[in-house]
């Protein structure tokens, strides 16, 4: 396939995983590619398109498929877009997959100790103390994907390593267009 056609990079995983990390390696690496790169970052995503959304099922699986439609429509214009979202429920990201043919869906795999131990955002804190409630993982479920194309082991090797088994992925699937 050219390499001017779009894929997405799809990073699911708990809070704290290493999503965000994660796709600032990859978008590093595929503008050193020469390709274009919008990151989507969820945090930022929802504040900023969908503020209305609240935590229930219904409204996490509404910002995965808005997120995916948004995603849809930059990787028709041959961008690299990486998704960092927690997207907690298999249906919703399975959805999105079927409609986006290029499409990497990669689980960022953290054992919730450590995501508790790194807490980047205060979540895991606020939910023991008891100021929040639905924290992906510990009082709301988390539906890993069970046949992801990348399983990314983020508590064990570096971000570089996980990195590397993305890009190879893509390069496999043909979604890169070349072999650099």
Known sequence: ???DLGVVVWLTGLPSSGK?????ELARRFVARGRGVRVLDGDVIRRAFWPELGFSREDRDANVRRTGLLAELL???????????VSPYA???DDVRNRIQRFVEV???????????????????AQRAGTVRGVTGVDDP???????????????????TCADGVIARALELGFLGDAR
Request: charged share 30%; with cysteine; hydrophobic share 40%.
């Open 20 to 24: 965000s990390t994660l796709s600032e």
């Open 91 to 93: 249906s919703a990201r």
């Open 142 to 160: 988390y539906e890993a994907p069970s046949r992801p194309d990348v399983h990314a082991r983020t508590d064990r090797p570096d971000v570089a």
């Open 1 to 3: 396939m050219p390499p």
């Open 75 to 85: 990787v028709e214009h041959g961008l690299v877009v990486i998704v960092a979202l």
């Open 107 to 125: 689980f960022v795999d953290c054992p919730i100790d450590e995501c508790v131990r790194r807490d980047v955002k205060g979540l895991y804190a």
